[in-house]
């Protein structure tokens, strides 16, 4: 016995039939019922393909823009088909390929990488995909129907508004953006609470491979950026649907709210894609190079450094606006501080290179990374010039900023992803890809894109704005624009090897793989099938398959920890945060309908309240309502377990509650995201009162202050009726749970039904002012939130009746209580917010 309770390899042979029981119970669908996968190695797969499919979709979208600019005066494509265009290909790369591509990435490899067999949620995962699937194969189809957005990638009122774009163009962007934003927020959570919770025994926090750390950042990123667009979209939806007036300056609206809230995320997610980039640069290095990756704490502290400082960057893209100086100061300095920590991996990687004992023949992958230097770089200088405020005034919507964002973008993402699939496509499949072709990708790729878009620094500096759909001769920009077009055409050249390549070469395969052809040092290369490693590894150092000794055949003969089934179903160890010891097994969902049927409903609402379908649209909500009930219903579901044993005499618990559990984790996560939403709120009220003091009302013209107390009152009675009877939980009979988490829903629905109807009352409506447009905005977000409970409710009192509800099997009503003591805390400073700040506001 190891110390910490963890087992040493067990030097005896295992029994006959683990092997076949563990593949038996993780056995994929097959036939029509493959949608219904939840393994994440496969919906990871999925995920890949279906945002590789949009990058290619964006592609042929960018090469008809540059074949219109190739000369002057061109007529093929007119403006209107053409705003059309970049919109969409701005909006595809950056929402349909960029973020779900990493995060697609991340869910193929991560399991394996960290020891797991399984991310905690598969079935989330699955939802997920299929959403963002199905939605993004509609949203893109609309540019078939002459319904595509127009209003550039970026969407700025007041040209998006009602008055100046009343087609359904801009409401298609709005919905299903933010529900695709909603499907990556659903991913992040997943990945987080999995690589603080399912990582192999002794794999602590100092040993996790640095593409771990790196999705971690991003997720965080992820679970404080992007609720920030999700309010912009809804506010600028709700000004279109129902004229409630956030950005219009005649009823003290602002336009440049949308600027900050957008930018909020803008900025991040250049990091949020550019972080995992340098992840799988960190990951492959060492394995190219056969050398330990030099800095490993100074890389993890970098990555976080960026993580934090690019949330004060969104300002960077608005110097423009006429936002003061001071505040201008500050946005330029935090983007040139954010250059320290990529510095600092840069000099990390060539670090790692330099020491390496002997330089091994170049490969695929390391050509791409050696691109992706050059390319970054020049991106990064670049960046440093747009920093400079009086550069950036002349710069500002040319094609230098085209220039510079693909530099950064495309060279800071699409070469690593590149090289990743080069690296890793031995690990999904039974044959390498070609190293010939690969050079031919490479060069094909690497060349196109510096003469594509280095002319459009000269371009730029020579006065040729963004977005223009044709150009004079007697501008001279036609041979900058013709070599660019060159360029864009030997891109797609190169892509179209490696697609040759996939198909030659790709050959997923369940049972096999091509094995660790690199001779890499992490986990995700030990010998695994479709449920992952035959065991789950005890880790001792960084890279194990170079430390560990006999490690790749103790794990491949079942003598490490969850040889097989303990339970007769799938399952997969959770491990504590910081130290990676085992705390309990996890019992994991196998395939099924809900997911995939909750995806469909969830996207069908969303599309279908875009084209004022609402019986539709309602019929969908419900579908999917029913759907996620139903996976819900079979979780935490199995009778109470005694302690199982999953190796080397090590017995932990099936289950867990409390602060132990995944669930727990996951729920706060879920909290993150609420608080970041309801601050994103926040900052729109307070940003509009900042810019249009006028329109604030007197505060006689309040509700009377007995009415918001009131509300207060009831929040904070639901909240503590709520922990009252979670105690209860030990005792025999649930019935006065069931009638105090009744109360407690009616308490928590008439507090904020309270509030709304005090404000109707003043005479306040929503299509009067800003201000009135920021109050039931902030209304309607509790109303969320409560709505929200109301379900939890109701689905933990069902749970409840057919006694599935216990101190043991509590999960649901745990969730459920830290969603409720959140939602009352928002409810309480809403309240001092709407009142308490609008009385001294006016």
């Known amino acids: 016995m190891a110390a910490h309770g963890q087992a040493l390899p067990n030097p005896l042979p295992r029994p006959e039939g683990e092997e076949e029981q563990l593949r038996r119970v993780w056995r994929r669908p097959r036939g029509w019922r493959a949608v219904t996968v939840v393994n994440n190695t496969h919906v990871g797969l999925l995920y890949v393909g279906t945002a590789m499919l949009f990058f290619l979709l964006a592609g042929v979208l960018a090469l008809l823009m540059r074949t219109q600019l190739a000369v002057p005066d061109n007529g093929l494509i007119g403006h209107e088909l053409y705003n059309q265009l970049f919109t969409m290909h701005g909006t595809v790369m950056m929402f349909l390929f960029a973020v779900p591509a990493v995060e697609a990435v991340a869910m193929l490899i991560l399991p394996n990488m960290l020891g797991a067999r399984d991310l905690p949620f598969p079935r989330l995962s699955a939802y997920s995909y299929w959403a963002y699937a199905v939605g993004g194969i509609v949203f893109f189809c609309s540019i078939f129907a002459g319904l595509a957005p127009d209003g550039g990638w970026f969407m700025y009122p007041p040209l998006t508004s009602s008055a100046y774009s009343p087609a359904l163009n801009a409401d298609l962007w709005l919905l299903g953006i933010g529900f695709i934003e909603i499907s990556a927020i659903a991913g992040a959570i997943e990945l987080a609470t999995g690589i603080l919770r399912t990582r192999a025994p002794g794999m602590t926090l100092d040993r996790m491979p640095i593409f771990a750390w790196v999705m971690l950042v991003f997720s965080g990123m992820v679970i404080v950026a992007f609720p920030a667009v999700i309010v912009a979209t809804a506010l600028l939806e709700l000004e279109r649907a129902f004229g409630m007036p956030f950005f219009i300056a005649e009823k003290g609206g602002d336009p440049l709210l949308w600027q900050h809230l957008f930018w909020f995320f803008g900025h991040p997610e250049v990091y949020i894609i550019f972080l995992p980039g340098a992840g799988m640069v960190s990951m492959i290095i060492p394995a190219m190079t056969g050398q330990r990756l030099v800095g490993y704490r100074l890389i993890v502290l970098a990555v976080v450094a960026t993580g934090f400082l690019s949330f004060g960057l969104w300002v960077h893209h608005m110097f423009a606006t006429g936002i003061p100086r001071l505040s201008l100061s500050f946005a330029s300095a935090a983007s040139m501080a954010v250059s320290v920590p990529t510095g600092i991996q ?26 992706f230097f050059f390319i970054f770089v020049l991106g990064g200088l670049t960046g440093v010039m747009v920093a400079v405020i009086p550069f950036d005034l002349q710069a500002h919507d040319t094609y230098f900023i085209v220039a510079h964002l693909h530099y950064v973008l495309f060279g800071g993402m699409v070469f690593p992803l590149f090289a990743a699939f080069y690296y890793w496509a031995p690990f999904v499949s039974s044959r390498v890809l070609s190293d010939r072709l690969g050079r031919w990708t490479f060069w094909l790729m690497f ?131 910081i130290e990676a010891r085992p705390e309990y097994l996890l019992e994991l969902p196998g395939p099924g309908w809900p997911p995939f049927v909750a995806a469909l409903g969830t996207a069908g609402f969303f599309l279908l309240l875009t084209f004022k379908m609402h019986a539709l649209a309602a019929a969908c909500g419900l579908l999917a309502l029913a759907m996620i009930w139903r996976w819900l219903w079979d979780a935490d579901a199995r009778p109470e377990r005694p302690h199982v044993n999953i190796g080397g005499g090590i017995y932990v618990p099936v289950s867990c509650r409390g602060s132990a559990s995944h669930s727990w984790w996951a729920m706060i996560i879920l909290v993150m995201v609420c608080a970041s939403i309801f601050g994103a709120m926040t900052f729109a009220y307070l940003f509009l009162w900042i810019t249009s003091p006028q329109v604030w009302p007197e505060a006689a013209r309040l509700p009377t202050a007995a009415l918001p107390i009131i509300s207060a009152f009831l929040f904070a009675c639901s909240s503590a009726i709520l922990a009252w009877i979670g105690s209860r939980l030990r005792r025999p009979g649930q019935s006065l749970l069931r009638v105090g988490l009744a109360i407690s829903m009616l308490m928590l629905a008439a507090g904020i039904g309270l509030e709304a109807y005090g404000q109707w009352q003043t005479g306040l409506r929503p299509q009067d002012s800003a201000y009135a447009a920021g109050v039931y905005a902030v209304v309607g977000l509790q109303c969320v939130l409560t709505a929200v409970l109301v379900y939890m409710g109701m689905f933990t009192i069902a749970r409840s009746l057919c006694g599935r509800l216990s101190a043991v099997r509590r999960a649901c009503y745990d969730s459920t209580a830290i969603l409720w003591h959140y939602t009352v805390a928002q409810g309480l400073v809403a309240l001092g917010l709407l009142h308490g700040f609008a009385r001294l506001a006016g």
């Open 447 to 577: 060349l196109g894109f510096n003469i594509s878009f280095f002319p459009m620094h000269f371009t730029g500096l020579a006065g040729m704005p963004r977005r223009v759909y044709t150009y004079a001769d007697s501008s001279g920009w036609g041979a900058f624009n013709m070599i660019s077009t060159v360029g864009a055409y030997m891109i797609a050249a190169g892509v179209l090897v490696f697609l040759f390549d996939l198909a030659r070469n790709l050959r997923p395969d369940n049972n096999k793989n091509a094995g660790n052809v690199w001779q890499a040092g992490t986990l995700e290369w030990l010998p695994s099938c479709n449920f992952g490693p035959r065991s789950v590894p005890l880790v001792t150092s960084r890279e194990p398959l170079w430390d560990q000794a006999n490690l790749a055949e103790d794990v491949k003969a079942g003598r490490y920890y969850l040889p097989n089934a303990p339970t007769g179903q799938r399952s997969s160890l959770i491990t504590s945060a």
């Open 346 to 371: 840069v000099f990390a990687w060539l670090a790692t290179i330099a020491s390496a004992r002997r330089l091994r023949p170049l490969k695929t992958p390391m050509l791409f990374i050696l691109g």
